[in-house]
Every structure is written in structure tokens, then in C-alpha cells.
């Protein structure tokens, strides 16, 4: 099993590109499963949850072929499998993102429950709600999920708490329905409006995405399109925040500040001076970090993606910060892999309260998740002599190339198997 191995304490300086959105990729990709006609998606990112849902398109039947480095042409004209297995479910929850738009083109869809990060409970029970509501015909047996219905009916669905992937599933579920679907509570996430562009530029009627309240009225049938995925926010705030707590000063390229406000004001409260360009963002670090608490909650509020990351620069901030989780419930598993390096960490519940300490110290850590993974990666950039991350299958899950974006920056980072 891959390792990287981090030798601390130099600062990152210089310039890097941001990658696609995976999360964004991820939905988009299972948009070809609507359409006979070709998709021609660009700057996709080279990651591991990518290849596993290309395998899961493929065995489908949708033609998948490479179009330059960063670009693909998917071709739905085939498919004729609506089956979506467990062995390569398993490994990716974002598959059950396939389930909306094989019902809503094929009448069925058999897919199995999905795993992925082990970070709580995560059921899918909205997505089932919601098809219910258009008509469908759900039941879940032996693991997987069986649906069912002649042709989706447009319905007013208001979900019980926001969800993305849920929103993403319906919205597809909806674009071929009967009539007009009117999704409440919905997630107002960018990568929702990705996917709804990307949808729109198909031919479906879409209106209101990234408001809480988004309506399609249902077409017959969708065409083929061109899309460029949007730049990957959680990466680019991960990159801020590896700056941040190395005291350095990079610009990021390919990517905007647009949709990551509530981290840029929480780094400028830390300290950091942000400068945004229309496609870049630059920050310089202070000489120490200031603690800032925070509270995770959907967007436009601050992302539970980056509250790892958070977590990992706080421990190294001057004062003490309270970290406070509302999305998932496991979500602090790095807290005790921080620890090992020094951070002096304590949960209460769905609170962390991180008292900043003056240095880390390098040690060997295990990746629990992929954002988690993130956070020991920062802590080993900070800390004294060498740390060694163990598990990071993790990692190369959700961050395209880290080893090597991170060596540009000037970091001392290698790879082992
Ligand atoms: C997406 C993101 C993930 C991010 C998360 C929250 C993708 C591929 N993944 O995950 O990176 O951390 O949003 O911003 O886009 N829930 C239910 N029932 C459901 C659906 C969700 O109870 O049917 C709960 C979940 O357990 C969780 C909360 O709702 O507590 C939010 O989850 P959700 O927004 O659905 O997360 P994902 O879409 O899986």
C-alpha cells in the first residue's frame, strides 16, 4: 500500500494549476447515462473515484474514449446494463449517483448500496424518497437498490435535510420526467449548478439551481454537449491552507475565489493576505497563525471538506479554536492521527477544541478518509523531521497528482510503496 513520506518544516512558495472538480466530475459523468448522443466533457481530473465510475459507465454500456490529456467523449447510445455492482460501488458512495438517470432512461435501475468514506451513517434514504415521489417503484433487497417506473412523473419534492448528491440524483431523475418537478431544500452547492449547466447545455429546462428551490420541467429526450467541469474549490482551500501553515506564499491558478468565500475569510481572519484574480487566487502567510473557530454547514456556508484542513492549521495557530461539526457525524477521526504529531486536540461530541501548539513533531499516521488525509499531509508539512502517512489510497481518491503539485511548491514529499 502506497505511503508518502513528508520531511517538514519548509515553507510552500510558488505557483500551481487546480484540477476539475471531482465533485462536480462525478454527477456530470453520470449524466451521459441520459442521453444516446455523444458528451464531450474537458478538464476532468486524473483520480482514482473517476476511473471507478468510468468502469461503472462502462460496464453499462457507455462508450468511454480519451480526448487529450484532461478531456473524454461519452457515448450513452449503448447502454444497455442498468446494474451498478457491489464490488464497484462499493468503494465510492457518489455511485448511487448513477440510480436517477437510469430510471428516468431506461424504466429500472438495480444499484448497489454504496460505501465510501467511512465518516457516518450516510443513507440514501432521500434519493429513494424523492424517486418514490416521481412515481418510482423502490425496494432495497439484498443490498441493492431496485427502481422502477414506465416514465418518472414531474412531483414537488421537499428533502428532509440538504443533501448534494441527493439534489444531483433528482435533478437527473427529473430532467426526463413527465411534467414539472419542483425540488425544495435543495443543495445550493456549485457543482449542483455545474451539473445544471452542464444538463441545460443538453436541453433540459432547469431554473432556480444554486437557490434552494430548483424547477425542471421534463423533455423528451436530451442531445449531446460540450462542457468544461468547474475548478475543484476543495482543493484549491486545501493548497490555501498547506500555504497558510508553512508560512508561505502561493498563487493557485485554473481556479477562482468565486465559490470559496467562507474559507477565504476564515484564512484572512488566521491572517493570511488574499489576493483574487479573475482565474487565480494568491495568499501569503503570516509569520504565526491566529485560531479560528468555525462551524460546518452547507454551502454558501463553511464546507465540511475543509474542516480537516482547519483542524490541521489550527493546531499550529496562536490561541484556541472550537471546531464545530453539523454534517456528518464521524467526522474527526484526524483529530487523534494529529495528535500522534503533537496537536493537543479534545472532542466533545460534535465540537472539537484545538489548543495551538508552538510546533509538530513528525511521526507515522494512517489516512482514515479522503479530506482527513488532507489534514495529516498539512500537519507533516509543518512538522519537525520526517512523517510517514500511511493508507493513501485515500488521498489519491479526491487529489489529482499531490505529490507533484506539492514538490513544485518546494515541499519535501515523496511517495513509497
Ligand atoms: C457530498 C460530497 C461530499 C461532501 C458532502 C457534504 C460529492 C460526491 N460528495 O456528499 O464531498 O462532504 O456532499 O457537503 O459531491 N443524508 C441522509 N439521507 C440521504 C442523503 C444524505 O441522511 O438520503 C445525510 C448524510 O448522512 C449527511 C447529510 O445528509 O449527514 C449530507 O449528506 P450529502 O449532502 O448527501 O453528502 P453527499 O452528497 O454524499
Not at 468502469?55 to 468511454?64: E, S, Y
Amino acid at each position: 500500500m502506497d505511503k508518502l513520506i513528508i520531511t517538514g518544516g519548509t515553507s510552500l512558495n510558488g505557483e500551481v494549476a487546480i484540477s476539475g472538480a471531482k465533485n462536480a466530475a462525478l454527477p456530470i459523468l453520470c449524466a451521459s447515462l441520459l442521453t444516446a448522443e455523444p458528451l464531450h466533457l474537458i478538464n476532468l481530473p486524473h483520480l482514482n473515484d473517476i476511473s471507478t465510475m468510468l468502469r461503472l459507465l462502462a460496464q453499462m454500456g457507455v462508450g468511454v474514449t480519451l480526448d487529450g490529456p484532461a478531456g473524454l467523449v461519452l457515448d450513452g447510445g449503448g447502454l444497455n446494463n442498468p446494474l451498478a455492482p457491489y464490488d464497484l460501488v462499493k468503494t465510492m458512495r457518489a455511485s448511487i449517483l448513477v440510480l436517477g438517470p437510469l430510471v428516468a432512461r431506461c424504466g429500472e435501475a438495480r444499484v448497489s448500496l454504496p460505501g465510501g468514506c467511512a465518516i457516518g451513517a450516510r443513507p440514501v434514504d432521500q434519493h429513494i424518497k424523492g424517486l418514490q415521489a416521481m412515481g418510482a417503484e423502490v425496494t432495497v433487497e439484498a443490498g441493492y437498490v431496485h427502481a422502477k417506473a414506465k416514465r418518472l412523473k414531474g412531483a414537488r419534492i421537499c428533502t428532509d435535510m440538504v443533501t448534494v448528491t441527493g439534489t444531483e440524483n433528482l435533478m437527473m431523475a427529473a430532467v426526463l420526467a413527465d411534467g414539472e418537478t419542483i425540488i425544495e431544500n435543495a443543495a445550493r452547492e456549485p457543482e449542483v449548478v455545474d451539473l445544471a449547466n452542464c444538463l441545460v447545455s443538453m436541453g433540459a429546462q432547469i431554473s432556480g439551481a444554486g437557490t434552494d428551490v430548483i424547477r425542471i420541467r421534463g423533455v423528451e429526450r436530451l442531445s449531446g454537449a460540450n462542457h468544461r467541469i468547474m475548478p475543484d474549490r476543495i482543493e484549491t482551500g486545501t493548497y490555501l491552507c498547506a500555504a497558510a501553515a508553512t508560512g508561505g506564499d502561493v498563487r493557485l491558478t485554473q481556479t477562482s475565489a468565486a465559490y470559496l468565500d467562507a474559507v477565504v475569510d476564515k484564512l484572512m481572519d488566521a491572517g493570511c493576505e488574499i489576493t483574487t484574480e479573475r482565474d487565480a487566487i494568491r495568499l501569503k502567510a503570516p509569520q504565526r497563525l491566529k485560531a479560528v473557530s468555525l462551524r460546518t454547514a452547507p454551502y454558501p456556508a463553511f464546507p465540511t471538506d475543509m474542516q480537516a484542513q482547519f483542524m490541521a492549521i489550527n493546531a499550529v495557530a496562536d490561541g484556541v479554536s472550537t471546531i464545530r461539526e453539523t454534517i456528518f457525524e464521524n467526522r474527526f477521526m484526524h483529530a487523534n492521527e494529529l495528535q500522534r504529531l503533537g496537536a493537543d486536540i479534545q472532542i466533545e461530541g460534535s465540537n472539537a477544541i484545538v489548543r495551538g501548539v508552538s510546533h509538530l513533531e513528525g511521526a507515522t499516521v494512517m489516512a482514515t478518509d479522503l479530506r482527513a488525509s488532507a489534514s495529516l499531509v498539512i500537519a507533516g508539512l509543518v512538522a519537525q523531521g520526517e512523517t510517514t502517512i500511511d493508507r493513501i489510497y485515500h488521498l489519491d481518491r479526491g487529489y489529482e497528482r499531490i505529490e507533484e503539485k506539492l514538490s513544485k511548491l518546494g515541499a519535501k514529499v515523496r511517495r513509497a510503496h
